[in-house]
């Protein structure tokens, strides 16, 4: 049976209202529309709907059948209308984000902050992921998109976004105040212990490169699963660390550890937004992205 569904939606509002004229002016029409509409209804139903009366129209047993559901099927498309609705109006939704620890720290927290703020009612999940973590979540839709550091190696269709540059100091405890603005070479750095991120980590595998390009072997005492983990191992003397200089400033201030030099700079690094180009964004982490990226929604 192939009918006109918005002789349907016609049909709920005589049903509603018992009166043609009142449903052609719910609906914003003309009551001859309204009663042409209806009777081309019954004729591709094959059924009457309605009986005449004075004061209007009333439901046959047939029209109360038929409007049973389709008073359920216009129930749920006015509430998926209102969920979308407040879905494109940030008044509900979601956003699963996977983040490293060196994002959040240094780029991601004080944009959450303003965001909550803005849309206290968007849902905010956060997967503490690395690099190699967040970028299979990235593609296989576990997380709308991922705020980690470089090197990230994503081919297309994900696309990654620079957020931030920043620059990574080497740096140990109080066990190592001797160090203190000494500088060292690489290969004298070798002699001490050392507290990385796990070889399974982009970070491991970009001072594996450049330690590589020195002809030396980066070899760490200590290996941590996240970059939250290295500083109080580094208060507590266990060993020489690389640290984001913005995640380091605060214990440098109140001498718990020491800078230590290198002739050269360690090279810098950036925080880049991940995401899948070919997968739209809720208006919600559309939202979000752009207050990432300084720029206007819509």
């Known amino acids: 049976m192939d009918v006109n569904y918005e002789y349907y939606k016609i049909f709920y509002y005589v049903a509603r209202y018992g009166n043609f004229t009142r449903a052609a002016r719910a609906l914003g029409s003309g009551q001859p529309n309204v009663t042409r509409a209806m009777n081309c209804l019954e ?5 009457t709907l309605f009986i005449r009366t004075n004061r209007g129209v009333r439901l046959t047993p047939e029209g109360e059948l038929l409007y049973r559901h389709v008073e359920s099927a216009i129930s749920q498309i006015q509430a998926a209308e209102a969920s979308l ?3 494109s109006s940030l008044e509900h939704g979601s956003i699963s984000i996977g983040a490293s620890d060196t994002a959040l720290n240094i780029c991601l927290l004080p944009i959450l902050k303003t965001f909550h703020e803005a849309h206290p009612r968007i849902r905010l999940k956060l997967e503490n992921q690395t690099t190699l973590q967040a970028i299979p979540s990235v593609k296989n839709g576990e997380v709308d998109f991922a705020v980690v550091s470089t090197p990230t190696g994503v081919t297309p269709p ?10 990574e100091i080497l740096v140990g405890g109080s066990t190592f105040s001797a160090l203190g603005g000494q500088v060292l070479t690489l290969d004298e750095l070798l002699h001490y212990p050392m507290i990385s991120l796990g070889r399974q ?3 491991w595998q970009f001072y594996h490169q450049w330690f590589l390009a020195h002809d030396l072997e980066f070899s760490p005492d200590t290996e941590v699963a996240t970059a939250d983990q290295i500083l109080p191992l580094v208060k507590c003397g266990l060993g ?3 640290l984001p200089e913005p995640m380091a400033q605060a214990a440098l201030a109140s001498h718990k550890i020491v800078r230590i030099f290198l002739p050269e ?3 810098e690094r950036q925080i880049c937004l991940v995401f899948d ?3 739209p964004f809720s208006a919600a ?4 992205t752009d207050d990432m990226l300084g720029r206007k929604s819509g």
């Open 43 to 47: 004729e591709q139903v094959h059924s």
């Open 85 to 87: 609705h407040e879905a």
């Open 158 to 167: 994900l696309q990654e976004v620079p957020l931030t540059t920043y620059q």
């Open 201 to 203: 980590t982009m970070t």
């Open 240 to 242: 020489l660390a690389f």
């Open 265 to 267: 700079d360690v090279p």
């Open 277 to 279: 180009r070919q997968l």
């Open 285 to 288: 982490a559309q939202k979000l």
